[in-house]
């Protein structure tokens, strides 16, 4: 069965300093993979995603993320972050299941940007 | 603006009694979803349709059921068999059952009086 594994359920880090969130899957097949980030009390926003071709990702604000099929990793990345990253992060990859796509969630991870 | 809607925005259920959370989407999407979210757990499928008049369960669908007579609402029935209902919920749609992504609603915080 797949599943995904996000490694850290909180991480604190100080503004301007780089973060790395880890997400690991388990699949046997091809696989899509998804950052969602949720603000407190909101749904789920799609950050970035990737579908196919370059496996480094990134998205509007900074953040990127690349694929890497041989570690079955897809870890969330970011040089400098600012107090409005406070957020919890999911990753999720996309399989076949029952003739749709279906959307496979991590725990969630916590991110926490102090002054 | 195109989006999803969820209402309302904080629930409260007392013991035995059933409650619908609304979902409308005006994306003009043939696949709905709802999920059950609890802190340290990420989000749980409890049932999704692909078309109208269709639906299917997902991997935590006892104590909910659901209908979906239109294209754009996806209503979500909490019943009272549902011992364990304090939850995040939320509602999802994508354009159709081969897309990859899917757009979420702002969420209901469901509570038991």
């Known amino acids: 069965a797949q599943s995904v594994t996000q490694l850290d359920s909180q991480v604190p880090v100080f503004e301007e300093a780089p973060v790395e969130l880890r997400c690991n899957y388990s699949?046997?097949?091809?696989?899509?993979l998804f950052w969602y980030v949720q603000y407190p009390n909101q749904g789920l926003q799609l950050l970035l995603k990737?579908?196919?071709?370059?496996?480094l990702v990134k998205s509007i604000n900074g953040f990127e993320a690349e694929f890497n099929k041989s570690q079955t990793s897809f870890h969330l990345r970011k040089p400098s972050v600012h107090i409005s990253d406070t957020a919890e992060y999911f990753c999720?990859?996309?399989?076949?299941?029952?003739?749709?796509?279906?959307?496979?969630f991590g725990a969630g991870t916590r991110l926490a940007v102090h002054p | 603006d195109g989006g999803i809607t969820q209402s309302p925005k904080y629930l409260f259920r007392k013991e035995g009694q059933n409650v619908t959370l609304s979902c409308e989407q005006n994306?003009?999407?043939?696949?709905m979803y709802w999920y059950r979210q609890d802190p340290g757990q990420g989000l749980r499928l409890i049932y999704y349709?692909?078309?109208?008049?269709?639906?299917q369960k997902g991997d935590i669908a006892e104590g909910y059921s659901v209908s979906r007579e239109k294209k754009e609402s996806f209503p979500l029935t909490v019943t009272s068999a549902q011992k364990n209902p304090t939850a995040f919920y939320l509602c999802?749609?994508?354009?159709?059952?081969?897309?990859?992504?899917?757009?979420f609603g702002a969420g209901t915080r469901l509570s038991v009086l």
């Open positions: 999802a749609s994508s354009l159709g059952q081969a897309s990859n992504i899917q757009y």
């Open positions: 699949s046997s097949v091809s696989v899509y």
């Open positions: 990737y579908l196919s071709g370059s496996t």
């Open positions: 999720a990859v996309s399989v076949i299941s029952g003739g749709y796509n279906k959307l496979i």
């Open positions: 994306l003009n999407h043939d696949a």
């Open positions: 349709s692909q078309i109208v008049n269709d639906f």
